[in-house]
């Protein structure tokens, strides 16, 4: 199935510092998703980004959060700074225009440790 | 707000025995999307059913849901377990307006042969 590709897989930054978490999403989707899944919970939505812009976010999408998606390359999420609070996994997703446009496909992560 | 929820965290069932994996939902909205989600070790949630029309049964690789509005509910079943399901299952819920994925707490299959 379509695949969707995330790097890097594991992350381990200082408490303070910027990080990027990067997706290549599946060619022709053209919505965007952010979730995060902290060790032993449920995923939780941050974010969904359409045509620049940002459509939706949650309360997690804190101000340090910023997501933007340049020129059709990768779709990033940064966090500047980082806090002990972020550490977690973030998985990106994306899903095609039109009816599809619910199915979100996901990618594998990235375990992101923030010390 | 929105909510799911998986009343088992954790299923171990023998191979070849029947899965129901239980999943009800809140939403103010009358007509939500329904999703399940498996996750095997290491690998991306993949998704496995969607449904957003009331009492129809949908099926794919061998598992099927019903979304059942009277009862806020979408359970998943197979008739016969396989190891190859031992995964984490997640289900899911799409609010009208909204793209955000409203996740349950996920339930772990364990299939023993």
């Known amino acids: 199935g379509p695949k969707v590709l995330q790097i890097p897989s594991h992350q381990i930054i200082d408490m303070g510092q910027m990080v990027t978490l990067n997706c290549d999403p599946v060619s022709n989707h053209l919505y965007f998703y952010w979730y995060k899944q902290i060790l032993g919970q449920q995923m939780e939505f941050l974010v969904n980004f359409y045509n620049g812009k940002v459509m939706e976010k949650s309360k997690l999408f804190k101000d340090q959060f910023s997501v933007e998606r340049p020129d059709g390359s990768y779709f990033t999420l940064k966090i500047q700074p980082t806090a002990l609070e972020d550490s977690a996994v973030y998985f990106c997703?994306?899903?095609?225009?039109?009816?599809?446009?619910?199915?979100?496909?996901f990618g594998p992560g990235t375990r992101l440790t923030v010390l | 707000g929105d909510s799911v929820t998986q009343t088992e965290g954790l299923v171990t069932l023998t191979e070849g025995l029947p899965v129901m994996l239980n999943c009800t939902y809140q939403?103010?909205?009358?007509?939500?999307?329904l999703f399940w989600y498996v996750q095997h070790l290491n690998e991306s949630p993949r998704l496995l059913l969607k449904?957003?029309?009331?009492?129809k049964r949908t099926e794919h690789q061998g598992f099927h849901a019903t979304l059942h509005k009277s009862s806020s509910s979408f359970h998943l079943q197979k008739s016969s377990a396989q190891l190859s399901d031992s995964a984490l299952y997640y289900c899911?819920?799409?609010?009208?307006?909204?793209?955000?994925?409203?996740f349950g707490s996920g339930t772990q299959l364990t299939v023993m042969p």
């Open positions: 899911a819920l799409v609010s009208s307006g909204s793209w955000q994925l409203i």
């Open positions: 939403t103010i909205y009358s007509n939500p999307f």
């Open positions: 449904s957003f029309t009331d009492n």
């Open positions: 997703a994306s899903s095609a225009p039109g009816q599809s446009s619910y199915e979100q496909y």
